[in-house]
C-alpha cells in the first residue's frame, strides 16, 4: 500500500475523531520518522509490511481515544518541541496565556526568580526559560515520572537556567523569595468527570481534579505561595472559564491584591494574576 491509500483508509477508520486526516498523517508521519511535509511529498511511496503494522496498531489505539501526543510522543507548545508521555498531562494551548502574560508581567532586564508549580513535562517553565535566559526557574511537581519528563525535555532544548525539585506545591521549593509563581494546577471537578472528551480519560487523574468544585489546589496554592513571594511578587494561576469569581475570591481572602483575570480566545475567563504587598 502506498502514502495516498495508508492515508485515505487510516482517515476512514479514524471515526471518532474530529480531526481524522490530520491524526492520520501524524501517525504516518511518525511511522515513517518524516515530518508531515515530506509526507506530502510522498504519496507515491510504498510502506513495509511492518510499517503498515506500526500504522494500523496507532490507528486502532487512537480510534480507542487514546492521544495524538502519546501515540507520536511529541507536543508543541510555545514553539518549543516537547517530549511527552503517558502519565504525565499533555499541555494545552490555552497553558500559554501563562507564559504571556508572565513575560509581560515581569521585567526583560532583570535576572526574575520565577516558579512553576506542577510544571508537568516542564512547558511553562521551559518556555520562560527559552524567552527569558537572564531569568532564573524553578520547576516542581509532586510526580517523579513528570518531573523527570521535564527534566529531560530542559536537556533536549539545552535550558540550563531550570532547577527542579519534587513534591507538594510550595513545600518542594527551595527557602527562597520568588518574582512570580505560575501555576496550571489540576481544577476540574470530580462532579464533572461525566463531561470530560475520551481523550482526557488517558491523561493522569492527578492532574487534571480537584476537590472542592475543583478549586482545593487553587486555594493551596494561594496560602502556600505568599511566603515564598518577594513583596509584590506576582502568582498567577490558571482556572476553568467558570471559576474566574470563585478564584479571585480565594486570591482575596488568602491576602494578594491587584487581581485581574484574564479571558482566553474563546473570551472564557482562564487565568487570574495578582500581587502580594
Ligand atoms: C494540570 S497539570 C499541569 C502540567 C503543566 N504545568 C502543563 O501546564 O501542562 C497539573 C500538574 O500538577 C501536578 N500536581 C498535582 N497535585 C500536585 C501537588 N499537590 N503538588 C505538586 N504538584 C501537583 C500534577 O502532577 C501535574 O503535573
Same mark, same amino acid.
Given at each position: 500500500?502506498?502514502?495516498?491509500?495508508?492515508?485515505?483508509?487510516? %482517515?476512514?477508520?479514524?471515526?471518532?475523531?474530529?480531526?481524522?486526516?490530520?491524526?492520520? $498523517?501524524?501517525?504516518?508521519?511518525?511511522?515513517?520518522?518524516?515530518?508531515?511535509?515530506?509526507?506530502?511529498?510522498?504519496?507515491?511511496?510504498?510502506?513495509?509490511?511492518? #510499517?503498515?503494522?506500526?500504522?494500523?496498531?496507532?490507528?486502532? +489505539? +487512537?480510534?480507542?481515544?487514546?492521544?495524538?501526543?502519546?501515540?507520536?510522543?511529541?507536543? /508543541?507548545?510555545?514553539?518549543?518541541?516537547?517530549? =511527552? @508521555?503517558?502519565? =504525565?498531562?499533555?499541555?494545552?494551548? $490555552? %497553558?500559554?496565556?501563562? =507564559?504571556?502574560?508572565?513575560?509581560?508581567?515581569?521585567?526583560?532586564? *532583570?535576572?526574575?526568580?520565577?516558579?512553576?508549580?506542577?510544571?508537568?513535562?516542564?512547558?511553562?517553565? &521551559?518556555?520562560?526559560?527559552? /524567552?527569558?535566559?537572564?531569568?532564573?526557574?524553578?520547576? %516542581?511537581? +509532586?510526580?517523579?515520572?513528570?518531573?523527570?519528563?521535564?527534566?529531560?525535555?530542559?536537556?533536549?532544548?539545552? &535550558?540550563?537556567?531550570?532547577?527542579?525539585?519534587?513534591? /507538594?506545591?510550595?513545600?518542594?521549593?527551595?527557602?527562597?523569595?520568588?518574582?512570580?509563581?505560575?501555576?496550571?494546577?489540576?481544577?476540574?471537578?470530580?462532579?464533572?468527570?461525566?463531561? *470530560?472528551?475520551?481523550?482526557? %480519560?488517558? $491523561?493522569?487523574?492527578?492532574?487534571?481534579?480537584?476537590?472542592?468544585?475543583?478549586?482545593?489546589?487553587?486555594? #493551596?496554592?494561594?496560602?502556600?505561595?505568599?511566603?515564598?513571594?518577594?513583596?509584590?511578587?506576582?502568582? @498567577? *494561576? /490558571?482556572?476553568?472559564?467558570?471559576?474566574?469569581?470563585?478564584?479571585?475570591?480565594?486570591?482575596?481572602?488568602?491576602?494578594?491584591?491587584?487581581? =485581574?483575570?484574564?479571558?482566553?480566545?474563546?473570551?472564557?475567563? +482562564?487565568?487570574?494574576?495578582?500581587? *502580594?504587598?
Amino acid at each position: 500500500m502506498n502514502v495516498a491509500n495508508c492515508l485515505a483508509q487510516s %482517515t476512514r477508520l479514524l471515526t471518532t475523531s474530529p480531526t481524522a486526516r490530520l491524526d492520520a $498523517e501524524l501517525l504516518l508521519a511518525h511511522v515513517l520518522n518524516i515530518s508531515r511535509e515530506k509526507l506530502q511529498v510522498s504519496f507515491e511511496h510504498s510502506l513495509t509490511s511492518s #510499517q503498515l503494522r506500526a500504522m494500523n496498531e496507532y490507528v486502532k +489505539r +487512537r480510534e480507542k481515544g487514546e492521544p495524538i501526543a502519546y501515540l507520536v510522543e511529541r507536543c /508543541e507548545f510555545w514553539s518549543l518541541d516537547l517530549c =511527552v @508521555m503517558p502519565g =504525565v498531562l499533555v499541555p494545552r494551548p $490555552e %497553558t500559554e496565556m501563562l =507564559v504571556e502574560q508572565a513575560l509581560k508581567y515581569l521585567s526583560e532586564d *532583570i535576572s526574575c526568580r520565577v516558579a512553576d508549580l506542577g510544571t508537568g513535562s516542564g512547558a511553562i517553565a &521551559l518556555a520562560l526559560a527559552h /524567552e527569558r535566559p537572564s531569568w532564573k526557574l524553578v520547576a %516542581t511537581d +509532586r510526580s517523579a515520572v513528570a518531573l523527570a519528563l521535564a527534566q529531560n525535555n530542559g536537556r533536549r532544548l539545552k &535550558l540550563a537556567n531550570i532547577q527542579y525539585y519534587l513534591g /507538594e506545591w510550595c513545600q518542594a521549593l527551595p527557602d527562597q523569595k520568588f518574582d512570580a509563581i505560575i501555576s496550571n494546577p489540576p481544577y476540574i471537578s470530580s462532579d464533572d468527570l461525566h463531561l *470530560i472528551n475520551l481523550d482526557v %480519560t488517558f $491523561e493522569p487523574k492527578s492532574a487534571l481534579f480537584s476537590d472542592n468544585n475543583g478549586l482545593s489546589d487553587v486555594q #493551596q496554592i494561594c496560602e502556600q505561595a505568599r511566603a515564598f513571594l518577594h513583596p509584590g511578587g506576582y502568582l @498567577m *494561576i /490558571e482556572h476553568g472559564f467558570n471559576q474566574g469569581a470563585a478564584a479571585r475570591n480565594i486570591f482575596k481572602h488568602t491576602g494578594y491584591s491587584s487581581i =485581574v483575570t484574564y479571558r482566553d480566545l474563546a473570551n472564557h475567563e +482562564r487565568m487570574t494574576c495578582a500581587r *502580594i504587598l
